[in-house]
């Protein structure tokens, strides 16, 4: 499983400046998906050094806030979180993290370069995974350092403090920002992926990351429809969905896709597929059809399916008109 021991990824890169210094004054803004787990690891890791965070809405930077003191148990006279009052505030920050929508970090980009830094060496960094490190161009000429730490991780609003565990971010930028963002990646509990060049190479990763975490989730949501109208009792089909899905990530740690794959497409049963095909709803019945051909190339290529049942198959999603 991917867990929290990822300690020998990280030695894939060099071990320098992979210190983060926690007294050095730490900036989010925004108070979304992102900043709530950010937030919540950083009152965890370190509580006795408040991050200033500015939000655009001040009742929404109160429910972060709330939000993350009660996830460090509310300590007294701790305040984890400094709510800034104005953005200009930000350039007394050492780093920053932009944790906005991608579509408003140019905007938000734009207006913190209005305040040029107060510090030495003060970094800004963007989290998207689909843009460049140059959204954040208008700050670099006024002096910050920038860059990109992108984690590869899907994100709700909650302040959880094990957000990062075992996460591997995707990192770029100046060398200064870049040193930054590695060192908080691992203080997070995250590891380091290995560099992405821009252009062709960051939006293959990207494309590769949301067909994942969008993909599963609408497989979940028709796969609960059906389990949920075949028990009666919702809660216990997600449970056992969950169950089974983590017995798929498992397997698919340890060995390659193909050799994971299970169930009746990849033992040719067509009667089988075919009553499944009557019992879905009609849109999971057609993502259900649109995988079959990929199913049955990954369990012929693996060699466990004789060549009567693939062509069994093939005629059959002939008849469906998939193949
Ligand atoms: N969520 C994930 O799973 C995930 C994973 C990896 C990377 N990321 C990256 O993390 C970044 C943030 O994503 P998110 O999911 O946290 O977004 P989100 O939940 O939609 O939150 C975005 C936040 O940005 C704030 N904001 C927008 N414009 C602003 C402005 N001009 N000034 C101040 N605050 C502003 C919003 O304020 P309001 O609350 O007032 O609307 C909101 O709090 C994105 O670059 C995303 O690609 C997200």
Redesign the pocket.
């Known amino acids: 499983m991917l867990g929290p021991d990822f300690g020998h990824r990280t030695t894939l890169f060099p071990m320098t400046d992979t210190h983060l210094d926690t007294t050095q004054p730490f900036g989010l803004?925004?108070?979304?998906?992102?900043?709530h787990a950010m937030a919540a690891t950083w009152a965890h890791q370190a509580p006795n050094q408040p991050i200033g965070v500015?939000?655009?809405?001040a009742s929404?930077g109160v429910r972060l806030r709330d939000a993350v003191q009660r996830s460090v148990g509310r300590p007294e006279g701790i305040e984890t979180i400094d709510l800034l009052d104005s953005i200009d505030e930000m350039a007394a920050m050492h780093t920053t993290v932009l944790?906005?929508?991608?579509s408003?970090?140019e905007?938000?980009a734009r207006?913190l370069a209005q305040h040029p830094p107060e510090v030495e060496d003060a970094v800004v960094l963007?989290?998207?995974?689909?843009l460049p490190v140059h959204v954040l161009e208008p700050l670099r000429l006024v002096g910050y350092q920038i860059g990109r730490m992108?984690?590869l991780?899907?994100?709700?609003?909650k302040a959880d403090p094990e957000g990062f565990r075992g996460v591997g971010f995707s990192i770029s930028g100046g060398p200064v920002a870049v040193a930054r963002a590695k060192a908080l990646a691992l203080w997070l509990g995250g590891w380091i992926l290995p560099p992405l060049a821009e252009g062709e190479a960051q939006v293959r990763y990207h494309a590769a990351a949301s067909l994942l975490a969008g993909g599963i989730g609408v497989l979940f949501e028709y796969s609960l429809d059906g389990m949920a109208r075949a028990l009666g009792d919702r809660d216990a089909a997600r449970g056992g969905l969950i169950h089974l899905l983590r017995s798929v990530a498992a397997n698919l740690e340890e060995v390659e896709p193909r050799d994971a794959l299970t169930g009746p497409s990849a033992r040719g049963d067509v009667e089988v597929v075919r009553q499944h095909l009557e019992a879905l709803t009609p849109e999971g019945a057609e993502i259900y059809r649109a995988l079959l051909p990929a199913m049955l190339h990954m369990a012929f290529e693996r060699g466990t399916l004789a060549e009567v049942d693939r062509d069994r198959m093939l005629a059959f999603l002939a008849q469906e008109g998939v193949a």
Not at 29 to 35: K, S, T, W
Not at 54 to 57: D, E, G, P, T, Y
């Open positions: 803004i925004g108070v979304g998906a992102l900043a500015w939000a655009r809405s929404r944790a906005v929508r991608d408003d970090l905007e938000v207006e963007h989290a998207s995974g689909a992108h984690p991780v899907s994100l709700r609003r």
